[in-house]
């Protein structure tokens, strides 16, 4: 079975940056797409990023221009460059991938904390 591992999380101030990386356990296996999603407390997990095999991005509104998503190192693997962090991005970060098969499937990571302090 495949894992999503998350790396980078931390205590940061507004107006710092992170990095966050997400590598697979294998590159053998085929992803559609790579994704960044993000959970506070009392909210439901929302989309950040995504990636695609074709290299393209995608991104929320709320981080558009202040993140930046890309390949890692390996072919299954992504990061998160985050810039200007703001309270409000405090959450759990969560690593996402689609098999690159009709029927849905998805993989995750067991989550990073950020937290932004003001």
């Known amino acids: 079975q495949v894992q999503l591992v998350e790396s980078g999380g931390g205590l940061v101030q507004a107006g710092d940056s992170l990095r966050l990386s997400c590598a697979a356990s294998t590159d053998t296996v085929c ?55 703001k309270p409000e991005d405090t959450a759990v970060y969560y690593c996402n991938a689609e098999v690159c098969e009709y029927i849905p499937f998805d993989y995750w990571g067991q989550g990073t904390q950020v937290t932004v302090s003001s």
Request: hydrophobic share 30%; aromatic share 12%.
């Open 31 to 85: 992803f559609s797409s790579m994704a960044w999603y993000r959970q506070a407390p009392g909210k439901e997990r929302e989309l950040v990023a995504v990636f695609t095999s074709g290299n393209s991005t995608y991104y929320s509104d709320s981080v558009k221009g202040r993140f930046t998503i890309s390949r890692g190192n390996h072919k299954n693997s992504v990061t998160l460059q985050m810039n200007s962090l």
